[in-house]
Nanobody
Framework: QVQLVESGGGLVQAGGSLRLSCVASRSIFSINAMGWYRQAPGKQRELVASFTSGSMTNYADSVKGRFTISRENAKNTVYLQMNSLKPEDTAVYYC?????????WGQGTQVTVSS
């Protein structure tokens, strides 16, 4: 079992920055994959950024060059640094993880970007 807790969302003006944090209930060394997803009202959940095997990173085309995923293993935490935010980034952001072939999700944190 893995519990994930996101934080760091809020209201920000276009062009601003936010850093999201995802704290896992167990060492992320033992978690197979972790990443950030987002879901806007009425839309499908989409991948934003993730770590895959070999510590490779993957980003959605819409956020490349603006968002950066990182991790701090000692704190069981994955971060998403979001710069140059746009109104279209507005969504609920979810931390996701795969552990022992099972997917886990946090409850999400709201990010709202005003124009």
């Amino acid at each position: 079992q893995v519990q994930l807790v996101e934080s760091g969302g809020g209201l920000v003006q276009a062009g601003g920055s936010l850093r999201l944090s995802c704290v896992a209930s167990r060492s992320i060394f033992s978690i197979n994959a972790m990443g950030w997803y987002r879901q806007a009202p009425g839309k499908q959940r989409e991948l934003v950024a993730s770590f895959t095997s070999g510590s490779m990173t993957n980003y959605a085309d819409s956020v490349k060059g603006r968002f950066t995923i990182s991790r701090e293993n000692a704190k069981n935490t994955v971060y998403l640094q979001m710069n140059s935010l746009k109104p279209e980034d507005t969504a609920v952001y979810y931390c996701g993880a795969k552990y022992l072939e099972t997917d886990y999700w946090g409850q999400g944190t709201q990010v709202t970007v005003s124009s």
